[in-house]
């Protein structure tokens, strides 16, 4: 899927965008033609309505007002999307900003996941406004539609080496390079948590390592690439496994968050890890009880088979401490206590750095991306400490699960700066530009505020 803006053509058609206040006063100055369409068709400026116009005076789509806009983020895609075949030019008094969101929601609208059925493809095809950075907006919408795609595939058709073969092809495009540690012995011996959550399923586990980029400050980006979660031994219940496709959805996020830094060439050295398993259940399942001993050397108690998330980052984040890169970012869909805690539409995250807290704030105010800052809690240490063993993977009571979950990967980083997502990476109902189904979180305002983050 290529989501991109229009060629200029002879049949434009301008866009009057307008709000509730503004649109009774624009169709005073209209033709009475087109004010008596409008009012037949009841258009009134509210948010999702769009209507063609006339005498090809071109259309109309209603910008709701404050509390209305308040309540979504991209507002133009809702009406775009019904607007008949054509291309379309915006006309508004929109600020570059604004205009730049509701450039890139038009070309969110035209995503579609339409590998297994059809889907009508949206036939609005939008001018870029002048002003926007057409490039960089494109090479989101791509970025996060790749994010979509990867988690929407069901297990089926994205197990470990499916996960494999989209970071192969991504690095392929941008002529980045891959490697992949993967066979019983390599990954046992550098990779033994990795291997642990993975040895049952009958798809290997994996560690993919992809590597971006010559010069400037180095990033790594850690996802969490569970294929399938059914738990392991401490099985899930059906209903809280009917939606563990999506527990690759950090991965997914940071080969988005990777697809925009490539593609716009952001001047870093960027390096991708993706832990990629499938949690299964077979004979030879880690089991509650078992000791592991991690790459970093400490060894970790299973309390519950089903908060593999953590192992299999733990020993990618070690790898990735090891090389000492300016910067670490993990993305996860890493514990059922983020939902609870902030719901599907905030990406909760951890940071001790102010510096890093100020810029991501700064930057989510402007990408239609919120975030929600969580605590590092230390006080909480003890909690994912079993006595036994240095670490515990499931704390009994249920306490601050996302917080000590976070906990337990930050002791695998101890000499770089260090952020954590814990993430939901799916749209429960269809909004504006967000259909139902795999999304990308905290990637949008992370690729904004990475100039901030990294001095660029
Ligand atoms: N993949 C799940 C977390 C999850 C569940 C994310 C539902 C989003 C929606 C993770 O592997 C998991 O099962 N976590 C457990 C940890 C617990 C056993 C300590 C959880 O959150 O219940
Ligand atoms: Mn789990
Ligand atoms: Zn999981």
Not at 279 to 303: H, Y
Request: net charge negative.
């Amino acid at each position: 899927m290529n989501l991109s803006f229009a060629k200029p053509d002879d049949a434009i058609r301008p866009i009057h965008i307008l709000d509730e206040t503004a649109a009774p006063d624009w169709l005073k100055k209209q033709p009475q033609a087109v004010q008596d369409w409008v009012t037949t068709h009841d258009f009134k400026g509210a948010l999702g309505q769009a209507l063609l116009l006339p005498n090809d005076a071109g259309a109309v789509i209603g910008y709701g007002n404050e509390q209305t806009r308040a309540r979504g983020r991209f507002h133009l895609a809702a009406g775009a999307a019904k607007l008949p075949a054509g291309t379309y030019t915006l006309v508004s008094d929109l600020d570059a900003d604004t205009l730049a969101t509701e450039a890139l929601g038009w070309l969110l609208a035209k995503y579609r996941f339409d590998r297994y059925k059809d889907q009508p493809p949206m036939r609005a095809h939008l001018i870029a406004p002048d002003g926007i950075n057409a490039t960089q907006i494109e090479a989101i919408a791509n970025g996060e539609a790749l994010s979509r795609t990867l988690i929407n595939t069901p297990a089926s058709d994205m197990g470990p080496p499916d996960l494999e073969q989209a970071a192969r092809d991504l690095a392929s495009t941008f002529e980045a390079e891959v490697s992949v540690i993967l066979g019983d012995d390599l990954l046992e011996q550098n990779f033994p948590m990795i291997h642990t959550v993975g040895r049952a399923a009958d798809r290997a586990p994996r560690l993919i390592d992809m590597t971006w980029g010559t010069t400037g400050p180095k990033l790594t980006l850690v996802g969490k690439g569970v294929c399938f979660d059914t738990g392991g031994l401490n099985l899930k219940p059906g209903a809280s496994m009917g939606l563990m496709k999506k527990d690759m959805g950090g991965s997914a996020a940071v080969l988005g968050l990777a697809h925009m830094i490539m593609a716009t060439g952001v001047p870093v050295q960027l390096r991708v890890l993706i832990p990629a398993v499938e949690n299964s259940v077979s004979g030879n399942a880690f089991r509650p009880q078992d000791i592991l001993t991690s790459r970093k050397g400490l060894t970790v108690e299973i309390n519950n088979t089903d908060a593999e998330g953590r192992l299999v980052l733990a020993d990618a984040l070690a790898l990735a401490d090891e090389d000492n890169p300016d910067l670490i970012i993990s993305m996860a869909t890493l514990t059922g206590a983020a939902r609870v805690a902030v719901g599907p539409d905030l990406a909760p995250y951890y940071a001790d750095d102010a510096s890093l807290v100020a810029a991501l704030e700064a930057a989510a105010l402007t990408s239609a991306d919120p975030v929600w800052r969580m605590p590092f809690h230390a006080p909480y240490e003890s909690m994912i400490e079993p006595g036994i063993a240095d670490l515990d993977n499931a704390p009994k009571g249920g306490f601050a699960g996302s917080i000590t979950a976070a906990l337990f990967l930050r002791r695998f980083v101890e000499q770089s700066r260090y952020m954590h997502f814990d993430i939901y990476g799916w749209q429960p109902t269809a909004a504006a530009a967000r259909p139902k189904g795999g999304v990308g979180q905290g990637t949008r305002t992370l690729f904004a505020a990475l100039p901030d983050m990294l001095n660029l």
